[in-house]
């Protein structure tokens, strides 16, 4: 019985620990493909805008523009209104 009992440790020690080394090569690569899509979104976002604003919040970011737009709209329909 000491002879299984042995076995079945040995064999539950190599189970784990290589559960272990695949559970590390996993997260190594998840943080590998995170810290490159982070990098990827940055460089787009500084090709598309001209500036580093990655890490400024989404909405923020759309109601400046959306602020710019309407101020061009207002600015073109002005000119408008005067010309006639």
């Not at 990098?39 to 523009?65: C, E, F, V, Y």
């Not at 737009?69 to 002005?78: E, F, H, I, K, Q």
């Amino acid at each position: 019985m000491e002879a299984v009992t042995a076995y079945v440790v040995q064999a539950a020690a190599i189970i784990t620990a290589s559960a272990a080394i695949y559970a590390a090569g996993a997260i190594r690569s998840i943080k590998q493909q995170v810290s490159t899509n982070t990098q990827r979104s940055k460089r787009n976002a500084q090709m598309l805008t001209g500036r580093n604003s990655h890490l400024r919040g989404a909405l923020p970011r759309l109601r400046r523009i959306e602020q710019k737009v309407l101020g061009a709209v207002r600015t073109v329909a002005s000119g408008d209104e005067e010309g006639q």
